[in-house]
T-cell receptor
Framework: GAVVSQHPSWVICKSGTSVKIECRSL??????MFWYRQFPKQSLMLMATSNEGSKATYEQGVEKDKFLINHASLTLSTLTVTSAHPEDSSFYIC?????????FGPGTRLTVL | GDSVTQMEGPVTLSEEAFLTINCTYT??????LFWYVQYPGEGLQLLLKATKADDKGSNKGFEATYRKETTSFHLEKGSVQVSDSAVYFCALRETGGFKTIFGAGTRLFVKA
């Protein structure tokens, strides 16, 4: 299966700053990547689907101007949380679609003070 | 819309006990069903899957059978180990689709 990495694994930032999270597909060229958000003791909620070279498709209720997604290459997608606030604190997980299967990164824990 | 409902946790068992985690789903079509496992500090890993009614998925001693008549996909293991302590997610994906719908997750603690 595909190996998916995320960087950083955790980040703490001040309210009002922007944070970029990287998702890399290490051994697979991923045309489609997904970004999920997981609240404590809750399930994964799909935020957006990104296709390489085109704009991301956001799920209902997700602010596209706040959560900027860039999928500029077949191995890298980035999620930027702009002007982060404490309510954006969460666990963000990326996923890669390939070989008719979905592979998940280890997640990035964001804490906004 | 499609949805997945699984039993609330946490579930606490002693080593070698029998495990059942219930999962039921609602879907308009004929989805594939999955169980994912998330060990502490790690990402989700596919545990097993079933793509059509009456299929049984199995892996590492875990198994689940796709029951269309009861819209269920319960996870079972005959004898759990401490190393099975994790969060288990039931999920579905419509045939030909990309979007995976997850249940809320069930945390399992296994005591030695």
């Amino acid at each position: 299966g595909a190996v998916v990495s995320q960087h950083p694994s955790w980040v703490i930032c001040k309210s009002g700053t922007s944070v970029k999270i990287e998702c890399r597909s290490l051994d697979f060229q991923a045309t489609t990547m997904f970004w999920y958000r997981q609240f404590p003791k809750q399930s994964l909620m799909l935020m957006a689907t990104s296709n390489e070279g085109s704009k991301a498709t956001y799920e209902q209720g997700v602010e596209k101007d706040k959560f900027l997604i860039n999928h500029a290459s077949l191995t890298l997608s980035t999620l930027t949380v702009t002007s982060a606030h404490p309510e954006d604190s969460s666990f963000y997980i990326c996923s890669v679609w390939g070989n008719n299967e979905q592979f998940f990164g280890p997640g990035t824990r964001l804490t906004v003070l | 819309g499609d949805s997945v409902t699984q039993m609330e946790g946490p579930v606490t068992l002693s080593e070698e006990a029998f495990l059942t985690i219930n999962c039921t789903y609602t879907a308009t079509g004929y989805p594939s069903l999955f169980w994912y496992v998330q060990y502490p500090g790690e990402g989700l890993q596919l545990l097993l899957k079933a793509t059509k009614a009456d299929d049984k998925g199995s892996n590492k001693g875990f198994e689940a059978t796709y029951r269309k008549e009861t819209t269920s996909f319960h996870l079972e293991k005959g004898s759990v180990q401490v190393s099975d302590s994790a969060v288990y997610f039931c999920a579905l994906r419509e045939t030909g689709g990309f979007k995976t719908i997850f249940g809320a997750g069930t945390r399992l603690f296994v005591k030695a």
